[in-house]
């Protein structure tokens, strides 16, 4: 069974810094494409990035890219988002989820069938 723990939210300024990381299940990390989405109070879960299973390809929301940054470490079984130049507007819990699919979609939810509990990160202004 897949299992995803994420870590490394917390309160931080607006532009400042945070590395969320993705603890996952043994082989999860090397066999499955791995995302990141957010999701503030009162709205819906949204894409935010996502790595393909290989690592070689890496998919961003247009919010976020060229200040988020998605990688992976395989030896460690552990996704990571790099967050920087952090806006209020970032504010949201993020889940990590893990995704089997073949041919993924990365932007959509159910592509995913494995989530973690999520972290909050609170950017204040």
């Known amino acids: 069974q897949v299992q995803l723990v994420e870590s490394g939210g917390g309160l931080v300024q607006a532009g400042g810094s945070l590395r969320l990381s993705c603890a996952a299940s043994?082989?999860?990390?090397?066999?499955?494409?791995m995302g990141w989405f957010s999701q503030a109070p009162g709205k819906e879960r949204e894409f935010v990035a996502a790595?393909?299973?290989?690592?070689?390809?890496?998919y961003y929301a247009a919010s976020v890219k060229g200040r988020f940054t998605i990688s992976k470490d395989n030896a460690e079984n552990t996704v990571y988002l790099q967050m920087n130049r952090l806006k209020p507007e970032d504010t949201a819990v993020y889940y990590c989820a893990a995704s089997a699919s073949g041919s993924l979609t990365p932007n959509k939810r159910w592509e995913y069938g494995y989530w973690g509990q999520g972290t909050q990160v609170t950017v204040s202004s």
């Open positions: 043994v082989r999860t990390v090397s066999s499955y494409a």
């Open positions: 790595i393909s299973r290989n690592g070689v390809t890496t």
